[in-house]
């Protein structure tokens, strides 16, 4: 069964940093690619990033309002995806999920772990 | 990449049929054959419905199908149940599947 267990989220003030995670099982983590969505409280989804499997490169990509401030990495050996989030601005409020990423599609998600930027 | 632009509320009776549809533009729907649909439950994380316009992940019911033409893709629910009360969102990725971009959902109420 996939398994998907992000951690991390809290409290953060403005223009700071954090870092959330995901751990993934069920699956053969080191041939998937992964991405990150989130979701503003009471507001629809929005696409974070992703990085593709290393066998593709492990290359990432990320949406405009993120490109620059938030990297994804991946520690295949640990089945362990993460997101680091720099400068953080108040409307990056959101829960964060981490997903599967099968033809152009998120497969499978956890449970999402919420980020509250604020002062 | 702007949103995709769906309906923000549809409503159906139980047994009948909806179709909630998802506008694009040539650069992401009308470009690409990944569109995908997902399923959410208040309190809970999305789950995959359609994927690549029309193939129903293993477990899907068939009562759920997706379509595309031009720059739109519809998904129809038919014979509507209760448990499909729900928020729906489409979603476009490019060839690479980098660039994804999601609409901004779509309320369904079994009345």
């Known amino acids: 069964e996939v398994q998907l267990v992000e951690s991390g989220g809290g409290l953060i003030k403005p223009g700071g940093s954090l870092r959330v995670s995901c751990a993934a099982s069920g699956f053969t983590f080191s041939n998937a690619w992964m991405s990150w969505v989130r979701q503003a409280p009471g507001k629809g989804l929005e696409w974070v990033g992703l990085i593709k499997s290393k066998s593709y490169g492990a290359t990432t990509d990320y949406a405009a309002p993120v490109k620059g401030r938030f990297t994804i990495s991946r520690d295949d050996s640990k089945n362990t995806l993460d997101l680091q989030m720099n400068s953080l601005k108040t409307e990056d409020t959101a829960v964060y999920y981490c997903?599967?990423?099968?033809?152009?599609?998120?497969?499978?998600w956890g449970q999402g772990t919420l980020v509250t930027v604020s002062s | 990449q702007s949103a995709l632009t769906q309906p923000a509320s549809v409503s159906g009776s139980p047994g009948q049929s909806i179709t909630i549809s998802c506008i694009g533009t040539?650069?992401?729907?009308?470009?690409?054959?990944?569109v995908s649909w997902y399923q959410q439950h208040p309190g809970k994380a999305p789950k995959l419905m359609i994927y690549e316009v029309s193939n129903r992940p293993s477990g899907v019911s068939n009562r759920f199908s997706g379509s595309k033409s031009g720059n739109t893709a519809s998904l129809t629910i038919s014979g509507l149940q209760a448990e499909d009360e729900a928020d729906y969102y489409c979603?476009?990725?490019?060839?690479?599947?980098?660039?994804?971009?999601f609409g901004g959902g779509t309320k369904l109420t079994v009345l």
């Open positions: 040539s650069s992401d729907i009308g470009a690409y054959n990944y």
């Open positions: 997903t599967t990423v099968h033809s152009g599609s998120n497969s499978y």
């Open positions: 979603s476009s990725c490019t060839s690479s599947n980098t660039l994804c971009v």
